[in-house]
Protein backbone atom coordinates (compact mmCIF):
# COMPACT_ATOMS: atom_id res chain seq x y z
CA UNK A 1 0.00 0.00 0.00
CA UNK A 2 0.97 3.27 -0.91
CA UNK A 3 -0.54 6.90 0.86
CA UNK A 4 -0.71 9.40 -1.32
CA UNK A 5 -1.16 12.96 -0.27
CA UNK A 6 -4.33 14.89 -1.91
CA UNK A 7 -4.42 18.88 -2.47
CA UNK A 8 -6.92 19.28 -0.09
CA UNK A 9 -4.30 17.64 2.74
CA UNK A 10 -6.03 14.88 3.18
CA UNK A 11 -4.65 11.58 2.04
CA UNK A 12 -5.90 8.44 0.31
CA UNK A 13 -4.40 5.05 0.25
CA UNK A 14 -3.32 3.15 -3.13
CA UNK A 15 -2.88 -0.82 -3.53
CA UNK A 16 -0.52 -2.48 -5.49
CA UNK A 17 -2.11 -5.19 -7.15
CA UNK A 18 0.86 -6.22 -9.26
CA UNK A 19 0.92 -9.57 -7.85
CA UNK A 20 -2.61 -10.01 -8.49
CA UNK A 21 -2.41 -8.81 -11.82
CA UNK A 22 0.12 -11.57 -13.34
CA UNK A 23 -2.15 -14.21 -11.60
CA UNK A 24 -5.03 -12.93 -13.44
CA UNK A 25 -6.34 -14.18 -17.28
CA UNK A 26 -6.04 -11.32 -19.30
CA UNK A 27 -9.50 -9.67 -21.11
CA UNK A 28 -8.44 -8.55 -24.22
CA UNK A 29 -12.03 -6.77 -24.72
CA UNK A 30 -10.51 -3.83 -27.27
CA UNK A 31 -10.81 -0.21 -25.72
CA UNK A 32 -11.46 2.62 -28.28
CA UNK A 33 -9.53 3.89 -30.97
CA UNK A 34 -9.85 7.80 -30.64
CA UNK A 35 -9.29 8.39 -34.14
CA UNK A 36 -12.42 6.19 -34.81
CA UNK A 37 -14.33 8.12 -32.23
CA UNK A 38 -13.45 11.58 -33.21
CA UNK A 39 -14.13 10.77 -37.34
CA UNK A 40 -17.80 9.41 -35.95
CA UNK A 41 -18.35 13.18 -34.88
CA UNK A 42 -17.18 15.26 -37.55
CA UNK A 43 -20.20 16.48 -39.64
CA UNK A 44 -22.99 16.60 -36.59
CA UNK A 45 -23.82 20.39 -35.62
CA UNK A 46 -25.17 19.52 -31.49
CA UNK A 47 -22.79 17.64 -28.74
CA UNK A 48 -23.07 16.64 -25.27
CA UNK A 49 -19.49 16.35 -23.14
CA UNK A 50 -20.54 13.97 -20.41
CA UNK A 51 -18.18 12.52 -17.65
CA UNK A 52 -18.63 9.24 -15.85
CA UNK A 53 -18.43 10.10 -12.35
CA UNK A 54 -15.83 7.48 -10.77
CA UNK A 55 -16.56 5.20 -13.42
CA UNK A 56 -14.62 2.00 -12.54
CA UNK A 57 -16.58 2.25 -9.00
CA UNK A 58 -20.02 1.76 -10.44
CA UNK A 59 -19.00 -1.48 -11.60
CA UNK A 60 -19.46 -4.16 -8.64
CA UNK A 61 -17.11 -6.48 -8.02
CA UNK A 62 -18.71 -10.26 -7.94
CA UNK A 63 -19.15 -11.67 -4.24
CA UNK A 64 -16.74 -14.59 -5.10
CA UNK A 65 -13.91 -12.31 -6.57
CA UNK A 66 -14.10 -9.72 -3.48
CA UNK A 67 -11.92 -11.42 -1.47
CA UNK A 68 -9.10 -11.07 -4.39
CA UNK A 69 -8.88 -7.41 -3.71
CA UNK A 70 -8.75 -7.48 0.40
CA UNK A 71 -6.13 -5.66 1.76
CA UNK A 72 -5.35 -4.52 5.53
CA UNK A 73 -5.22 -1.42 7.53
CA UNK A 74 -4.63 -0.55 10.80
CA UNK A 75 -8.44 -0.99 11.83
CA UNK A 76 -8.61 -4.68 10.02
CA UNK A 77 -8.67 -6.19 6.60
CA UNK A 78 -11.22 -4.82 3.88
CA UNK A 79 -12.09 -6.18 0.15
CA UNK A 80 -13.95 -4.00 -2.10
CA UNK A 81 -17.51 -4.12 -3.74
CA UNK A 82 -16.81 -2.31 -6.85
CA UNK A 83 -13.96 -2.14 -8.93
CA UNK A 84 -11.19 -0.60 -7.73
CA UNK A 85 -8.42 0.89 -9.84
CA UNK A 86 -5.39 -0.92 -10.25
CA UNK A 87 -6.66 -4.19 -11.83
CA UNK A 88 -5.05 -5.25 -15.24
CA UNK A 89 -9.01 -5.73 -16.51
CA UNK A 90 -10.46 -2.68 -15.07
CA UNK A 91 -10.80 -0.71 -18.30
CA UNK A 92 -12.00 -3.49 -20.33
CA UNK A 93 -14.38 -4.08 -17.98
CA UNK A 94 -15.95 -0.91 -17.75
CA UNK A 95 -15.97 -0.07 -21.97
CA UNK A 96 -17.93 -3.78 -21.73
CA UNK A 97 -20.43 -2.99 -19.29
CA UNK A 98 -21.09 0.86 -21.03
CA UNK A 99 -20.90 -0.33 -24.17
CA UNK A 100 -23.40 -3.02 -23.07
CA UNK A 101 -25.51 0.08 -22.24
CA UNK A 102 -25.86 1.86 -25.12
CA UNK A 103 -25.11 -0.76 -27.10
CA UNK A 104 -27.34 0.47 -30.33
CA UNK A 105 -26.45 3.90 -30.02
CA UNK A 106 -22.84 3.38 -30.48
CA UNK A 107 -21.63 5.22 -33.82
CA UNK A 108 -25.17 6.24 -34.51
CA UNK A 109 -25.30 9.08 -32.22
CA UNK A 110 -23.25 8.44 -29.28
CA UNK A 111 -19.38 7.43 -28.60
CA UNK A 112 -17.86 5.90 -25.55
CA UNK A 113 -14.21 6.45 -24.24
CA UNK A 114 -13.64 4.96 -20.95
CA UNK A 115 -15.75 7.45 -18.75
CA UNK A 116 -16.13 10.13 -21.36
CA UNK A 117 -19.60 9.81 -23.46
CA UNK A 118 -20.45 12.24 -26.53
CA UNK A 119 -24.04 12.46 -27.29
CA UNK A 120 -24.41 14.15 -31.05
CA UNK A 121 -26.73 14.58 -33.71
CA UNK A 122 -27.62 17.27 -36.65
CA UNK A 123 -30.76 18.92 -35.27
CA UNK A 124 -31.16 20.50 -32.21
CA UNK A 125 -34.34 18.46 -31.58
CA UNK A 126 -32.63 15.31 -32.66
CA UNK A 127 -29.96 15.75 -30.66
CA UNK A 128 -31.97 16.81 -27.43
CA UNK A 129 -34.56 13.32 -27.80
CA UNK A 130 -30.92 11.32 -28.10
CA UNK A 131 -29.55 12.90 -24.78
CA UNK A 132 -33.08 12.39 -23.36
CA UNK A 133 -32.41 8.28 -24.12
CA UNK A 134 -28.62 8.67 -22.88
CA UNK A 135 -29.94 10.20 -19.72
CA UNK A 136 -32.44 7.85 -18.81
CA UNK A 137 -30.49 5.03 -19.63
CA UNK A 138 -27.88 5.87 -17.17
CA UNK A 139 -30.76 6.17 -15.15
CA UNK A 140 -31.96 2.76 -15.56
CA UNK A 141 -28.47 1.27 -15.56
CA UNK A 142 -27.44 3.36 -12.22
CA UNK A 143 -24.42 5.00 -14.47
CA UNK A 144 -23.87 7.97 -12.33
CA UNK A 145 -22.25 11.20 -14.36
CA UNK A 146 -20.30 14.14 -13.05
CA UNK A 147 -22.44 17.26 -12.81
CA UNK A 148 -19.74 19.48 -13.03
CA UNK A 149 -17.87 17.61 -15.94
CA UNK A 150 -20.96 17.36 -17.92
CA UNK A 151 -22.15 20.37 -20.92
CA UNK A 152 -25.41 19.85 -22.57
CA UNK A 153 -26.25 20.83 -26.19
CA UNK A 154 -23.76 22.94 -27.76
CA UNK A 155 -22.47 23.29 -31.39
CA UNK A 156 -19.00 23.29 -29.82
CA UNK A 157 -16.40 22.25 -27.47
CA UNK A 158 -12.75 20.83 -26.33
CA UNK A 159 -13.02 16.74 -26.04
CA UNK A 160 -10.04 14.62 -24.87
CA UNK A 161 -7.42 17.44 -26.44
CA UNK A 162 -9.64 18.15 -29.26
CA UNK A 163 -11.63 21.07 -30.32
CA UNK A 164 -15.09 19.41 -31.95
CA UNK A 165 -16.86 21.15 -34.19
CA UNK A 166 -19.34 20.71 -36.99
CA UNK A 167 -17.47 21.65 -39.77
CA UNK A 168 -14.66 19.29 -38.12
CA UNK A 169 -12.33 18.07 -35.62
CA UNK A 170 -8.78 19.79 -35.01
CA UNK A 171 -6.16 19.30 -31.93
CA UNK A 172 -6.28 21.62 -28.81
CA UNK A 173 -2.93 23.25 -29.63
CA UNK A 174 -2.26 24.70 -26.12
CA UNK A 175 -2.20 21.13 -24.90
CA UNK A 176 0.61 20.65 -27.73
CA UNK A 177 2.39 23.86 -26.22
CA UNK A 178 2.33 22.47 -23.10
CA UNK A 179 4.18 19.61 -23.66
CA UNK A 180 6.97 21.03 -25.93
CA UNK A 181 7.87 23.24 -23.11
CA UNK A 182 7.91 20.34 -20.69
CA UNK A 183 11.83 19.78 -19.73
CA UNK A 184 13.77 16.90 -21.33
CA UNK A 185 13.78 14.17 -18.46
CA UNK A 186 16.81 13.61 -16.61
CA UNK A 187 16.67 10.34 -15.30
Same mark, same amino acid.
Given at each position: ?????????? %???? #? *?????????? /??? #???? !?????? *????? @?????? &??? #???? @??????? $? $?? *????? %?????????????????????? !? %??????? #?????? =??????? =????????? !?????????? !? &????????????????????? /????????? &???? +??? =??? /???? +?????????
Amino acid at each position: MVIVPKKNGK %TRAC #F *DYRELNKATL /KDH #FPLS !FIDQFL *DTLEG @NNFFSF &LDG #FSGY @NQIQVAL $D $DQ *DKTTF %TYPWGSYAYRVLPFGLCNAPAT !F %TREVLGI #FSNLIH =DCVEVYM =DNFTVYGNY !FEEALKILEE !F &LIRCKEANLLLSGEKCFMMFT /KGIFLGHHI &LGNG +IRV =DTS /KVEV +ISKLSIPTC
